[in-house]
């Protein structure tokens, strides 16, 4: 388990420069909601990004992702991303 205090520096660059802003404007284009919680604030989707940079460091490495969120660590890189649309294929399936 990784110390979160370690990594303090980074998680505020990212909580500093992250477009916050842009993906609740994303959010209510789209109506996002979280359950049946609605369409979060700005403040709520801080708190919840903040949340899942600190879980990836604690479980040490690897990445999270809830709520449009996906938060990495690698050996070299702290990151937050929100990703809308998604997909993925094993090649061994077509």
Not at 26 to 44: K, R
Not at 50 to 68: A, M
Request: net charge negative; aromatic share 12%.
């Amino acid at each position: 388990m990784a110390d979160v205090n370690k990594y303090r520096k980074q998680i505020d660059s990212i909580m500093d420069w992250f477009e916050f802003e842009r993906v609740h404007t994303a959010m209510v284009a789209l109506d996002w909601s979280w359950c049946d919680y609605g369409i979060p604030s700005v403040p709520e989707i801080r708190a919840e990004a903040r949340d899942i940079l600190e879980h990836v460091i604690r479980i040490g490495g690897g990445y999270v992702s809830t709520g449009g969120f996906k938060a990495s660590l690698t050996e070299d890189q702290l990151s937050l991303e929100f990703i809308v649309s998604d997909w993925q294929v094993d090649l061994e399936e077509i």
